[in-house]
């Protein structure tokens, strides 16, 4: 019996059954058997284990469905909402409330497909800056944030390049400079081991220090600005220093010619961006990294001191 199309190569899948035969330490047998689907194309190799799908054995008027699985497990299916409740033993369910005996005809595989999980509602989405959390991979968002300021952008993501306009635009401003039409824009990681410059429109070099939970050192600062000068000497140079964190003052990279670019001016940008529009995942991503480090930052304001964890320190 064919359920659906290997999601693969295309081809039938079948139903079959998977096994594996295991020696145990004390020298018996154990079997291990699963029913699967199978690609019908030899060389694809294409296989999923699927469940059995449960019987309806009893119902709440014509909204809610009770849901038997192995094990006399049991789940809530509440049509109306579209939503599958967590499973318990079916008897503590009927136990619990008014079932009748079901007399419908759904077709329960297609209910599923369609279903939330209930559990869902209190998860978090996987956020890609959970586990990129080096400077190098904020190093990269930069990049390819700041690589959307370019104007022949506008057209493939009008709001998302706005955000990225905004963005510069402030660096620009810091320096006491009005943000260019950026018609070319040159960025490159680890030049001289700065970590971002992004030159524009062949006049301006953009120098970012990035950092995430350290600080500048060894005159590092200075060190970059002279490496820029060396191999482009004619470009105006606008120095920004990246931090998400905090640290306890800035006085040697205002000194070394840089501006503090702080986490709370990214969540301006970033937001502001947000309430016109952008909703490139990547994006909101950041944006929702940044804004729970805020929210963890700024804990000591409403939480108990005995609840304070580092970042509220």
């Known amino acids: 019996m064919t359920k659906d199309l290997c999601p ?4 039938r899948l079948i139903e079959s059954e998977w096994e594996r035969v295991q020696e145990t330490c004390d020298g018996g047998i154990m079997l291990d058997v699963h029913p699967v689907y199978k690609c019908t194309q030899q060389d694809c190799g294409y296989m999923m284990r699927y469940e059995l ?5 009893a119902q709440q008027g014509d909204d809610r469905l009770l849901l038997l699985y192995p094990n006399e497990a049991g789940r809530i299916l509440d049509i109306r909402d579209n939503v599958i409740w967590p499973e318990i033993h079916y008897q503590s369910i009927l136990g619990r409330g008014c079932w009748d005996p079901y007399t419908g005809n759904h077709d329960v595989s297609k209910l599923l497909e369609n279903a939330r999980d209930s559990e869902a509602a209190y998860l978090e989405a996987p956020n890609l800056f959970e586990f990129a959390t080096s400077e190098l991979s904020q190093d990269a968002f930069l990049c390819w944030f700041i690589s959307w300021s370019q ?11 706005e955000a990225a306009v905004d963005f510069v635009s402030m660096v620009f401003n810091d320096h006491q400079y009005p943000v260019p039409t950026i018609r070319k824009i040159n960025i490159t990681r680890q030049f ?5 410059l992004a030159i524009v429109n062949d006049t ?9 939970f350290t600080k500048n050192h060894s005159d590092q600062l200075n060190r970059y600005r002279e490496a820029v000068t060396k191999a482009c000497p004619k470009l105006i140079q606008l120095p920004v220093y990246y931090k998400i964190a905090d640290q306890s003052h800035y006085q040697s990279v205002e ?3 840089y501006i503090p670019f702080l986490r709370d001016r990214m969540l301006q940008v970033l937001n502001r961006g947000k309430e016109k529009g952008v909703t490139h995942p990547i994006y909101l991503d950041y944006l929702s990294y940044l804004t729970k480090l805020d929210h963890k930052v700024n804990a000591f ?5 005995s ?7």
Not at 151 to 161: D, Q
Not at 192 to 196: E, R
Not at 307 to 313: D, G, Q, S
Request: aromatic share 8%; hydrophobic share 45%.
């Open 301 to 305: 304001k409403s939480e108990l001191i």
């Open 192 to 196: 001289q081991s700065l970590d971002v």
């Open 307 to 313: 609840n304070w964890e580092a970042f509220a320190w």
């Open 8 to 11: 693969r190569c295309g081809a």
């Open 255 to 257: 000194a070394a010619g």
């Open 204 to 212: 301006y070099a953009i120098l970012i220090e990035d950092k995430t």
């Open 151 to 161: 104007e022949t952008h506008r057209s493939m993501n009008k709001p998302l390049h």
């Open 53 to 57: 799908v449960p019987d309806i054995i």
